[in-house]
């Protein structure tokens, strides 16, 4: 009969914490959970930039350290490999990319995720230009989200299933990936206030990241000094990025954890730097 209980509570505790697989399913920070709360008149980050800096695209030197590349990662559900998480990071002669996209499996439970986000650099900042991820499991409905920012017109356009928004631009805004390699910039700039105005469905919340310390990082490439981040819910659950200075503040491992729920765990597997693509020389 133990062994049965055991069973049963493993297996109902497997389809409980299924939900957290969605949210690590991409790199970034992107790793929302629902009862996270916050508003649009709550948000304390800088308004970094008139819009008006914000409608067409340059590039600016504070941004060499964006290369194309393509990350492997494993996906851990505590200590159980459940998939892998792939990451592509591109550009061309418009935009930078990320996709990501995931698939993990843990007995009858799967997961399949896609990620992008697309932004340009304009006058030296991070300008955001559209956000869409897709997500199914088994035994839910799949989950789609799109954002478009339009920063001619100062609107953010968006839905999230059925459920549609429309906001005012109004200051520099990021989504789940995007400000990310905002803070990879802020870092190798030395700065040491991390604090993002994300958007996310519909609503702008603060994501204020704090230094914890500095870690040694096994990975399959060997180990890596990273630094270790954490930024805490209004519910209380933590996500926490470790990012190597050698690898000017990739993110090597990401953890999602909350009380009495097991934790999520993404760990770089290996990295593989392409070439950038021939980009259209500027028009005259």
Avoid: C
């Amino acid at each position: 009969m133990k062994t049965n209980h055991y069973k049963k509570t493993s297996f109902s505790r497997l389809i409980l914490s299924s939900a957290k697989l969605v949210l690590l399913a991409s790199l970034s920070g992107a790793f929302s959970i629902e009862a996270e709360q916050a508003t649009e008149d709550n948000v304390t980050a800088n308004k970094l930039a008139e819009i008006s800096a914000l409608d067409s695209s340059s590039d600016s030197s504070s941004w060499n350290f964006l290369k194309p590349y393509i990350a492997n990662y494993s996906f851990f559900l505590d200590e159980d490999k459940l998939g892998q998480s792939i990451r592509t990071f591109s550009r061309d002669d418009q935009h930078w990319e990320i996709d990501t996209n995931t698939l993990a499996k843990k007995f009858i439970i799967n997961l399949k995720s896609k990620e992008n986000s697309k932004f340009h650099i304009k006058d030296g900042l991070l300008v955001n230009d559209q956000f869409v991820s897709y997500s199914k499991r088994t035994f839910k409905k799949a989950k789609d989200t799109k954002q478009v920012f339009d920063w001619k017109t100062k609107v953010e356009t968006g839905h999230r299933n059925k459920k549609k928004w429309q906001r005012p631009l109004e200051f520099q805004v990021f989504d789940r990936v995007s400000h990310l390699i905002q803070l990879r910039a802020d870092l190798l700039e030395g700065k040491v206030v991390f604090n993002y105005p994300v958007s996310h469905k519909g609503k702008v919340h603060d994501y204020i990241y704090q230094f914890d310390k500095t870690e040694i990082i096994k990975t399959k490439m060997g180990d890596l000094v990273a630094q270790k981040y954490v930024r805490t819910k209004a519910n209380g659950a933590k996500f926490v990025i470790w990012l190597s200075p050698a690898l000017e503040y990739l993110a090597v491992k990401i953890s999602q954890s909350k009380k009495d729920s097991p934790e999520v765990t993404l760990l770089l597997e290996s990295i593989e730097y392409t070439e950038l693509p021939k980009v259209a020389p500027a028009e005259s």
